[in-house]
């Protein structure tokens, strides 16, 4: 196969914080742009080479060769896939990063048997292919993060039947850390349904009221600015993750929270 050169952008979920037992929207945004390339040979056993040492490669590269393996056998297809970057501008974040690898394969695969894949085949192809177990709400950010890739665009994003592309002012984000979580500190059963509902409702209101901001036309970093303090409450209430000065929290990996800071763009 010929190799295949890929311009995508690399998101972030921005807005919508991870909360169990929910459906709650997410608002992803593209942070930074890469070049990938792609070449598949076939094979007797699948397996996948990240060439290089592409940013956050340690993060991610079982991720990504589990990821290719299950494609591989839910497609009863046999192939080597190496990938690597060719150009990186800003600082992506793994999230982000596995989420735009992962379309990069399914997009090249396709192309290799004569396919060309929409969004919503994107979506679930990638779906069954993911190595996780997490379920709502944590599936939600892959499936916003991929959308936002597909589109190139803001991606306002709950289910399948919601979903809201969007155009604003740019931003420089820089990846800074992650954070890995275990078991919420609050429940249902914990605080009670009527509260529990409440806290669902503030996080749901804060990414809806985001997504008016942004049809609205208004400044990414304006609203951004406004929803910070309401992440980073909802944040440790459930998670208990303490803010940090100057860094801005987002929903990653199942599992995982990433830390980013934020300037305007040019």
């Known amino acids: 196969?010929?190799?295949?050169?890929?311009?995508?952008?690399?998101?972030?979920?921005?807005?919508?914080?991870?909360?169990?037992?929910?459906?709650?929207?997410?608002?992803?945004?593209?942070?930074?742009?890469?070049?990938?390339?792609?070449?598949?040979?076939?094979?007797?056993?699948?397996?996948?080479?990240?060439?290089?040492?592409?940013?956050?490669?340690?993060?991610?590269?079982?991720?990504?060769?589990?990821?290719?393996?299950?494609?591989?056998?839910?497609?009863?297809?046999?192939?080597?896939?190496?990938?690597?970057?060719?150009?990186?501008?800003?600082?992506?974040?793994?999230?982000?990063?596995?989420?735009?690898?992962?379309?990069?394969?399914?997009?090249?695969?396709?192309?290799?048997?004569?396919?060309?894949?929409?969004?919503?085949?994107?979506?679930?192809?990638?779906?069954?292919s993911d190595p996780f177990n997490e379920g709502p709400p944590w599936s939600g950010v892959i499936d916003a993060l991929r959308f936002s890739v597909s589109y190139g665009t803001i991606v306002a994003y709950r289910n399948e039947e919601e979903i809201a592309k969007f155009n604003s002012n740019k931003i420089k984000l820089r990846y800074e850390s992650f954070l890995p979580v275990r078991n919420p500190r609050i429940t249902r059963k914990s605080i009670g349904g009527e509260i529990y509902n409440a806290l669902v409702k503030v996080s749901g209101l804060e990414a809806l009221e985001a997504a008016i901001m942004l049809r609205e036309g208004k400044d990414i970093m304006e609203i951004l600015d406004k929803f910070l303090p309401v992440q980073e409450a909802i944040a440790l209430g459930v998670w208990g993750i303490t803010p940090r000065k100057g860094r801005t929290i987002a929903a990653g990996l199942p599992k995982n929270f990433e830390y980013y800071t934020i300037s305007r763009g040019d």
Request: charged share 20%; aromatic share 6%; proline share 9%.
């Open 1 to 128: 196969m010929a190799l295949i050169k890929l311009s995508l952008k690399v998101p972030v979920v921005l807005i919508g914080i991870p909360i169990p037992e929910s459906e709650n929207p997410y608002i992803a945004v593209p942070m930074s742009s890469i070049i990938v390339n792609v070449k598949l040979d076939r094979s007797k056993d699948p397996s996948l080479e990240l060439l290089g040492e592409p940013p956050r490669a340690p993060l991610i590269r079982g991720l990504l060769d589990m990821f290719w393996k299950r494609l591989c056998k839910g497609m009863k297809m046999s192939y080597t896939a190496k990938m690597s970057i060719e150009e990186s501008l800003g600082s992506p974040g793994p999230s982000g990063l596995y989420a735009t690898l992962t379309v990069a394969l399914l997009y090249a695969l396709a192309k290799e048997n004569g396919e060309i894949l929409d969004t919503y085949e994107i979506l679930e192809m990638g779906r069954f």
